[in-house]
Each structure stands twice: as structure tokens, then as C-alpha cells.
T-cell receptor, first 120, second 113 residues
């Protein structure tokens, strides 16, 4: 089945540094990827929708200059948290959409295993 | 706008008890509905889905029926196991709006032996 690899699974960084999270679709082409943020014991909040070859569409309230998204190929999207601060500590999850998979079991949405970011 | 409302947790049950987790939605158009499960420290896995009214999604003993008249998609299981302990998310996809998934707040299920 469709697999999305998200890396790293966890990262600890110092305040003020930048962190890059990768999301790869391993066996399908993902023209659209989604980035979510999950606070402890809360739901997933959509941060942005990433389309291959074009600028990401950010949800209201998400700082696009802080959360840089790049989707340069059909199998890779990256989220860079710039100048990270402790309040950016969270669990980040990506999801890739296989446009050809509407009839398949997961209806085309496959999630990565998430990245736990801790900023100290 | 589109939204999903889930019952608050945690839901605490004994093994073999009956489970219901309520989910209602608000959407324009005809959304597809999903239940996802998240085990501790992991990402989300699709549990089941329904793409049109009166469809019943089922998997691993879990069931949910797409009820357009009540805008609901309640999750049920007749006999829960300890291994079902996880967080369950109800979600909808509105194909008229970039296909993005809108999630409910999640409901934590704790099953004790």
C-alpha cells in the first residue's frame, strides 16, 4: 500500500535555530501534501497545503515566513521551522494525497508517522 | 465553514464493552467521512470511511454509518479490546474545497482488562 516516510521522527534543537522536516511518498506521486500540527491531547490543525511546483497555501493564522514549505518534486515536501522557539514545540504530521487513489482503501490520504519537535 | 464535532473524552471502558463515539459534521456539498486512529507516539491510520449517504464503513470490528439526515457518523464497536486503546479522530473531506481533511478534536479511548 501507499507509504509516506516522515523524517526525523523526533528532534531537539536550540532556540533560534532552524529545523527541517521531510515528507516523502515512497510508492506514489503526491501532487498535494498537507502539513498538520498537533498539540498534546488535541486535534490536528492544518497548517498548509503544499502543491508540487507552486507556493503553499497557508491556513489563517499560520506564519508562512516561520514555517517554510517546499514541494519541489512529486515525492518530497519539506517543512522548515525557522528561528524555532519553545512555543513551536509540537508534533508535526504530514499527509500525502495520491490523486489516483480515490478508489483505493485509504481514499488517497496517507499520513507520515509524525515528527516530535522539542525546542529548548 | 466545514467542521467536525466529536464527543469529549476520555472514554473509559472495560474489555468486551460496547463502544460508541459520537461525531457530527457541518459541511456544504457532499463530503466524504472518515475515522482515523492514532496509537501513542504514532501518526494516523485510516480506520474506515464512507463516501455517500447511508454508506457503512467497517474495519476491525468498528462500524460507522453516514447519516445525512442527522449529519452524523458515529463510531461503534460491539466488544472492545485493550489493544483498541488509542485516540480516534472523525474527519471530513470536502472535495469542493481543495480536498483537505478537516478533523474533529479526537476522543481518547482507554480500555482496561
Amino acid at each position: 500500500g501507499a507509504v509516506v516516510s516522515q523524517h526525523p521522527s523526533w528532534v531537539i534543537c536550540k532556540s533560534g535555530t532552524s529545523v527541517k522536516i521531510e515528507c516523502r511518498s515512497l510508492d506514489f506521486q503526491a501532487t498535494t501534501m498537507f502539513w498538520y500540527r498537533q498539540f498534546p491531547k488535541q486535534s490536528l490543525m492544518l497548517m498548509a497545503t503544499s502543491n508540487e511546483g507552486s507556493k503553499a497555501t497557508y491556513e489563517q493564522g499560520v506564519e508562512k515566513d516561520k514555517f517554510l514549505i517546499n514541494h519541489a518534486s512529486l515525492t518530497l515536501s519539506t517543512l522548515t521551522v525557522t528561528s524555532a522557539h519553545p512555543e513551536d514545540s509540537s508534533f508535526y504530521i504530514c499527509s500525502a494525497r495520491d490523486q489516483m487513489a480515490q478508489g483505493k482503501a485509504n481514499y488517497g490520504y496517507t499520513f507520515g508517522s509524525g515528527t516530535r519537535l522539542t525546542v529548548v | 465553514g466545514n467542521s467536525v464535532t466529536q464527543m469529549e473524552g476520555p472514554v473509559t471502558l472495560s474489555e468486551e464493552a460496547f463502544l460508541t463515539i459520537n461525531c457530527t459534521y457541518t459541511a456544504t456539498g457532499y463530503p466524504s467521512l472518515f475515522w482515523y486512529v492514532q496509537y501513542p507516539g504514532e501518526g494516523l491510520q485510516l480506520l474506515l470511511k464512507a463516501t455517500k449517504a447511508d454508506d457503512k464503513g467497517s474495519n476491525k470490528g468498528f462500524e460507522a454509518t453516514y447519516r445525512k439526515e442527522t449529519t452524523s457518523f458515529h463510531l461503534e464497536k460491539g466488544s472492545v479490546q485493550v489493544s483498541d486503546s488509542a485516540v480516534y479522530f472523525c474527519a471530513l473531506s470536502d472535495r469542493a474545497n481543495t480536498d483537505k481533511l478537516i478533523f474533529g478534536t479526537g476522543t481518547r479511548l482507554q480500555v482496561f482488562p
